[in-house]
Structures are given as C-alpha cells and as structure tokens.
C-alpha cells in the first residue's frame, strides 16, 4: 500500500455498498480489507456476509411476495380451465418457504465470499471502530481485538430497524427476524406504515394469516400520496388487511409463552389520536408483533468523534458532499447512512463502485441520485420514477404541472373477474414541453415496467416521447404510451378497450 499504511483502504460494512466498493478497489490494484460484522438482533437472530438486501431485506422479501403470489396464481388458475383439487383450501407452509429461502440466502453469502477471495479482498469478520486517525480497532467473535491502519476509508455500515421505549416492547420481532422465523408468526399486528411495513403485512396476509396494520398517520410517507392510498385500499378491500389508524401501541403484555414451534400470544393496548387520547385495547391477542417504524443509521458505535467525522446525533445520518466526502478528507460513505440519499440496493452499489473508481482509477464520474426507480412489493406493485404529484407542484407550482393518468384492469385479471382498477400517471411540467417528472403505477409486475422507462426519464423524455412509443399489447406498460386524459380535464380515466 502507498505510504506507512496497512491497507490502501478499509470497507467498514459487507453490504450492498461495501462490497461493491471494496471489489471495485481491488480491481484498481489497491491493498483492501473489508470489515462485516452483524450485531445479534434481541431475539437472537444473526446472518452471513452480504448486508440486509441479501440478508433480511430485497431478497428474502421479493420471495416472500412470490410465495404470495402464487397462492393467487393458484386460485386463477382454475378460471383458465386448470383442475387442481380443491385449491381453495390450499394450504402454506411456513417452515419449508423459511427453509428453502434460507438455503438459497445461504448459497449467496458463501458466494460473497467466494468472490472476495478470489478477487483478493480481505475479508474480516469483525466489528470495526475508529480509534485514531486512520486506525481502527476490530473485535472479532470470540471478543480478540485488534488494529489496522489504512490511507482511506469507506463507511457502509447500514442501517437497523428502530424499537420502541413501551412495556412489552422485547416481545417484539422486526424484518431482522422475520424472513428466517423457524415458525409462522400466526395472527400478526404489523406496526408502522413504511414500505417495509406494508410489503410484509402484504404476503403474510397472501399467506393465509390473520394480519392487522397498525398506523400512526398515513400510509408510505415521502410517497405520492394518492398512490399509497390506492395501495393501502388494494390491501384493505381486496386482501381483507385490517387497518388501525391513528393508532400508536402504548402496552404489550404476554398472554402465553411461545413453545417450540409455536409463537406465543400477546395482548397489545395501544393510544388512538382520535379518541380523547384514552388508552383501549386494540385487539384481544396477537401471536406476533412486527415493528416496522423505521431504521437506525449503524454510525454511533464507530467512534466518529475520533476522527472529526460530523454525523446528525439525533439521526445518526452522515452528510457527505456529492463526492461521498464525509467532513474528515479520507473517509468516504455509501449506502443507507448517508443524509438524504435513496435507501435502496443498487444505489449503495452504483455510488461505491463509482466512488472507488474516483479514489483509484482517477475517474470523475458521481454517482447521480436523481430519477432513482423503486418498487414497492405490495400485493398489488407499486413502481415510481422521480417526483410525487405533490413534491412535483412543490417544486414547479400547480399552473405548471399537468398530470395525464388513466385506470385500467390488466387483461389477465379478466377472466377470473377480478374488478379492481390499476392506474398509472405521467406527472409532467408544461413549461419543459411536458417534461416527464415523475412517472407511476399501481398494477401486476410494476416493478419490471418501472425499471425500463428509467432511461426515457433520464434522457428527460417529455409526454410526446411517449406518446410517440408504440406500446406492447396486450401488456399493462404499454399504459403510459396511450395516455390522453389529463387531470384537469375532469374527464373519465377510465382505459377504453
Ligand atoms: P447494508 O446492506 O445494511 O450493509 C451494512 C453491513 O455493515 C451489515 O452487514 C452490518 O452488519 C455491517 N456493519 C455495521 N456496522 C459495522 C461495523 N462497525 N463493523 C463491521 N460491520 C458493520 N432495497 C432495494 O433496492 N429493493 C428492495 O426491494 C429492498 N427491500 C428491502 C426490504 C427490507 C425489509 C429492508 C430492511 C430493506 C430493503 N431494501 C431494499 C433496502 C436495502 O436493503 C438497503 O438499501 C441496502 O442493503 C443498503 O446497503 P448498505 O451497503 O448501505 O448497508
Ligand atoms: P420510514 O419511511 O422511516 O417510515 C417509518 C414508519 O413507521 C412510518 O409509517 C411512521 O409513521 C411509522 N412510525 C415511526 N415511529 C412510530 C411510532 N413510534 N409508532 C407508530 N408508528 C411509527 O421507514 P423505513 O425506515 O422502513 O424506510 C426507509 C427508507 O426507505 C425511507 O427513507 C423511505 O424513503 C424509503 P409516520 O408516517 O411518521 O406517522
């Protein structure tokens, strides 16, 4: 390594970021040793090395909603003619879902692995703090500490779920949990409106279980708010989801103990807003408690205060400049703890690589955080590109915002008569030639719809480049290509055959 260094660079975190950061730097030629440690959640529960998205987020979630899924395939299929038994009373497994997914969780850690060797990344099973400037010390699981030095640094070090300060609240499980439950977690409470809390909320329903959200105010915040609300009236009316609004809980009490193989059953009390502010009971018992109330940047722990890095102490973000810069020179930040930047997957992995290539390869290009897509895995999909209809009137004012929407029932959906209506709109400024701001969908696959418009939208296509795209029939995409009715018009969106 340059100068009196162990290594050129220490990757604290074997996430999405991580990783991705420190591989990129060893194809650079640079010395590089990445550190991964997880922290055992309250129940127990710990992983290998990969970060959350491999882990307890993306990928064991999006199997979980293929599980999901398919129990609905299962119930069309007889529509279109298939004979397979009595297939209403089809019924889940929990464990064997757990066990195969886990499996194939595993196959991906020892994959991680497999790569750092043979790219030639250290890799260092180990929980690592700033205790100097560029000198970290690790502690590994059998509590031996050491030391290691290093010209820069990388800090990818995630985000956990957050708990809350109630009596009860240890019988509480979150995500960390939940995606390698040995049993099922029965009739559930899910608490908190995130994503993560309606994906989840979301197949555990799909799998057949008893499923009630708990909700502080509204539904997805920091989402276009009429399309959380038709997320949330899919799961409400269609799924048969309970909700509880303007709820906290105030109280948890165990009721019976878990056995093995057996959650156990808990009496939750909880607060509603709009009642006097009287504490009742929300429900008689629960046989599992999900928190989904946000998440914790991994940054207190690091001893940051060492090294001059500033970090929010309420939040526990780090704010960096656009080169990933935190406020101590050498020390950079990807991922889910940097301040104001989407926390999500391929961007902790698009800004590492890009960052490693600018530290050694002397390349210049930043990662770019705007017109990021995402998908929620709701059960019915949610995908988004750029702004909300509001944040879009925030930003360019009403007058010059127009937004072109229109409803439609996927053709699949017709044959077994399911009478929901998807919708999908293109949110445009008048004053960048119907510029494309913000693009959204509520239907089958959005996920995989959303992902392909990204370009037209980072290539600022404005609503006569789509107008001018021949769609796809029959698909549910080919949408954002026949859409004529304003908003403002007041006229009907309902989607001509
Ligand atoms: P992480 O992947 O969290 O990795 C950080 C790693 O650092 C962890 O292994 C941690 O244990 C370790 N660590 C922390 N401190 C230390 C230390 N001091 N020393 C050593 N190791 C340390 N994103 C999507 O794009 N699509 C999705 O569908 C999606 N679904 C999600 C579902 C759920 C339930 C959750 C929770 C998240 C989901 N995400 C999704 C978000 C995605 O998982 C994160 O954005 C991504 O993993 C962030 O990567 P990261 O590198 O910042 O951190
Ligand atoms: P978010 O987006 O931080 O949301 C947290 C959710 O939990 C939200 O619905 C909150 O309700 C709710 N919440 C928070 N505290 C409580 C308490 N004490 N009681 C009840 N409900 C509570 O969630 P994530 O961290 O999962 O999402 C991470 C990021 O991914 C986020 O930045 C998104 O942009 C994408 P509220 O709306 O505050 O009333």
Redesign the pocket.
């Known amino acids: 390594p340059d100068g009196d260094y162990d290594y050129d660079l220490i990757v ?7 990783i991705s950061a420190a591989k990129e730097a060893v194809s650079c030629g640079k010395k590089v040793v990445c ?5 055992p959640t309250p129940l127990g529960t710990t992983w290998g090395l ?4 491999v882990n ?3 990928i064991p ?2 199997l979980m909603h293929q599980a999901a899924l398919l129990g609905h395939s299962i119930k069309d299929a007889t529509s279109f003619g298939w004979d397979i038994g009595n297939c209403q009373s089809a019924t889940h497994k929990w464990e064997k879902m757990v066990a195969n997914i886990q499996d194939y969780v595993k196959s991906l850690n020892f994959n991680f692995r497999a790569q750092f060797i043979k790219k030639g990344v250290k890799y260092e099973n ?4 700033f205790v100097g400037p560029h000198r970290v010390k690790y502690v590994n699981r059998r509590s031996e500490e050491k030391e290691m030095t290093a010209r820069y640094f990388i800090l ?4 956990r ?1 957050k708990y809350m300060d109630i009596p009860g609240c240890e019988y509480c499980i979150t ?1 960390d949990d939940l995606f390698s439950l040995p049993h099922s977690p029965g009739k559930t409470l899910v608490v908190g409106a995130s994503y ?1 809390a309606l ?2 909320a979301g197949f555990l329903k799909s799998l057949g279980l008893d499923v009630t959200i708990m909700v502080r105010s509204i539904l997805l915040r920091g989402f276009d708010q009429q399309m959380a609300d038709l997320i949330g009236k899919y799961m409400e009316d269609v799924c048969d989801i309970k909700f509880l609004r303007g709820f906290i809980p105030t109280k948890i009490e165990k009721v019976k103990d878990a056995e093995p193989g057996k959650p156990g059953t808990y009496r939750v009390t909880g607060l509603n807003s709009k009642d006097n502010g009287d504490e009742i009971q929300v429900d008689d018992e629960y046989n599992t408690i999900l928190l989904a109330i946000g ?1 914790v940047p ?1 940054t207190a ?2 001893n940051l205060n060492a090294v001059g890095v500033n970090f929010d102490k309420k939040s526990g973000y780090i704010k960096c400049n656009e080169r990933e810069c935190t406020s101590t020179p050498y020390i950079f930040a ?4 940097v301040d104001g930047r989407p ?6 992995i698009r800004a ?1 690589k890009l960052l490693a290539r600018r530290l050694f390869a002397g390349e210049m290009t930043l990662c770019d955080y705007i017109n990021v897509p ?2 929620v ?1 709701t059960p019915l999909e949610y995908g988004c590109i750029g702004l909300s209809e509001e944040t879009a009137i925030e930003t360019y004012g009403s007058h010059d915002v127009e937004v072109f929407h229109s409803n439609f029932v996927p053709l699949e959906w017709q044959v077994p008569h399911h009478d929901f209506q998807c919708y999908a709109k293109l949110v445009c400024v008048k004053s960048l030639k119907k510029r494309v701001v913000g693009l959204h969908i509520a239907g089958p696959n959005a996920g995989e719809i959303t992902q392909g418009w990204t370009v037209a939208m980072k290539m600022f296509a404005t609503k006569d480049d789509f107008d001018s795209s021949i769609g796809i029939h029959p698909t549910c995409a080919e949408v954002f290509t026949t859409m004529a009715v304003t908003k403002d018009s007041g006229d009907s969106a309902e989607a001509e055959g």
């Open positions: 604290i975190g074997g996430g999405s970021g991580g550190f991964d440690f997880v922290k990969g970060g959350t998205c307890v987020g993306c979630k999006k180990a929980y690592a703090s990818a070090t995630g985000c779920p995500s993560v994906e989840c998440r991994c722990d690091l990807v991922g889910d703890i926390e999500l997957t391929p961007v902790a590492g995402t998908t895995f």
